[in-house]
């Protein structure tokens, strides 16, 4: 048996020099801004992305990848090794059709292949941990069978929990509700959004103010790890003010041995909107 490779989406925000590192495929998602179609982290990225839609007058929609673009790169790493198991890891099938395309796509090669399709539940970094974690087994010649056990054991130890801006983005977008939209635009009420274990978009609560919000989440994540050793990403849209702050504030609090940064990307984006900042955590 081969060495174990690993596909993921763009919608993992994973920083390309990482991917490339690790040996990770990625299949880009797409978003759009009127007649102009983008590949998501190929050819636009984050810093591009936030300044585009700084100026549109109008939200960028996306668009998941088709069955023929997983396909495609599932056969070539067949092609360049069919004796090596492939594990694809997307974001939550409950938010794209990403996973669904892949699951297409395996079904339509037509060589006996080994491939381990899985939808995360989750999204960006709160996937994209486990995609390096497996990438990084992979690379020290774990088996197929150990990498998705250290997946599953991730799935029950991961917490994210992301601010916005505005719930604006997320509403057109269809991923709440209107109600909860109009409750996040007044009164400086800041709602602490995180992904339940079916993977949608979730108001955990809701505080009067960034401090406030912030100060909840560590409330939120003590219960969960207490002083245990942990990991953490911390990641953002545009513009790391309130997340270096909230950084400081986890920092400060928890028994961190592992951390690492990363910007929000263009797919994910375009549903948070700019001034969101997320922090993921799990034990080590």
Same mark, same amino acid.
């Given at each position: +048996?081969? #060495? =174990?490779?690993?596909?993921? &989406?763009?919608?993992? &925000?994973?920083?390309?020099? =990482?991917?490339?590192?690790?040996?990770?495929? +990625?299949?880009?998602? #797409?978003?759009?801004f009127g007649q102009e179609t983008y590949l998501d982290a190929v050819t636009i990225n984050s810093e591009q992305f936030y300044e585009k839609l700084a100026q549109s007058t109008a939200l960028p929609t996306t668009s998941q990848p088709s069955p023929l673009e997983f396909a495609e790169v599932y056969q070539r790493l067949l092609a360049e090794d069919a004796e090596s198991p492939i594990i694809s890891i997307h974001l939550s099938a409950a938010l794209s059709g990403t996973y669904q395309s892949a699951v297409i796509a395996e079904s339509m090669l037509e060589e006996q292949s080994d491939i381990t399709i899985i939808d995360s539940k989750s999204a960006s970094f709160g996937f994209g941990m486990r995609v390096l974690k497996a990438a990084e087994m992979a690379q020290a010649g774990e088996s #197929?069978?150990?990498?998705? &056990?250290?997946? #599953?054991?991730?799935?029950g130890e991961l917490k994210l929990y992301f601010l916005v801006d505005?719930?604006?983005?997320?509403?057109?977008?269809?991923?709440?509700g209107k109600a909860s939209a109009l409750i996040g635009s007044i009164l400086n009420i800041k709602p602490i959004l995180s992904l339940d274990p079916d993977g949608v978009v979730l108001a955990v609560d809701?505080?009067?103010?960034?401090?406030k919000a912030m100060a909840r989440i560590v409330e939120l994540l003590k219960h969960s790890f207490g002083d245990e050793p942990v990991a953490i990403t911390i990641a953002w849209t545009h513009g790391d003010d309130t997340a270096m702050e909230l950084c400081e504030l986890v920092k400060n609090n928890f028994n961190v041995q592992e951390i690492s940064y990363t910007t929000i990307g263009a797919v994910i984006g375009t549903h948070t909107g700019?001034?969101?900042?997320?922090?993921f955590m799990y034990r080590l």
């Open positions: +048996m081969g #060495k =174990v490779r690993i596909v993921t &989406d763009s919608t993992a &925000d994973i920083p390309a020099e =990482v991917r490339e590192r690790l040996g990770i495929e +990625m299949v880009p998602l #797409k978003v759009i #197929k069978e150990r990498i998705l &056990d250290e997946i #599953k054991r991730l799935d505005t719930l604006e983005y997320l509403q057109k977008g269809g991923r709440i809701k505080v009067r103010g960034s401090k700019p001034g969101t900042s997320a922090v």
